[in-house]
């Protein structure tokens, strides 16, 4: 794993799961989002879904792993705007890859994929900041 900033056109791609109702759940506690349609099978049919779906934000907090390498200690994720395009079940391996668009005054503007096999789960966009080389 490196902790270089990266340069333009720099990949980066993180592998998670297979997600678990388990995961979820301790989402859940640590988020306080104990909407039941995240971790109750029944529940979650009953409001007209196929079955339990993870957090939106759950799902965008596992893909930002994907900087990591990037970041090391001398980083930190400036912003991060996601758009969630399909939903991740229990089950689901979440494949991430981010790419780097431009490097600039010490920060890297990123664009991120998710996907569930070839299903697009998150479209995201992030700007990395790095302290200034002492």
Do not use: C
């Amino acid at each position: 794993m490196t902790t270089a900033p990266p340069l333009p056109g720099d990949r980066a791609v993180l592998t998670v799961g297979p997600v678990t109702t388990a995961d979820l759940v301790r989402y859940a506690g640590a988020s306080g989002d104990f909407n039941p349609i995240h971790y109750d099978h029944l529940h979650a049919v009953a409001s007209g879904m196929d079955g339990v779906i993870a957090h939106g934000l759950y799902v965008m907090g596992v893909a930002a792993r994907v900087f990591d390498g990037w970041l090391g200690t001398q980083g930190e994720v400036a912003a991060y705007d996601a758009r969630f395009t399909a939903p991740v079940k229990p089950g689901d391996r979440l494949e991430v890859a981010a790419t780097v668009q431009s490097v600039a005054d010490g920060q890297a503007r990123v664009t991120v994929e998710g996907r569930v096999g070839d299903r697009k789960v998150l479209a995201a966009e992030a700007t990395l900041r790095f302290a200034a080389a002492s």
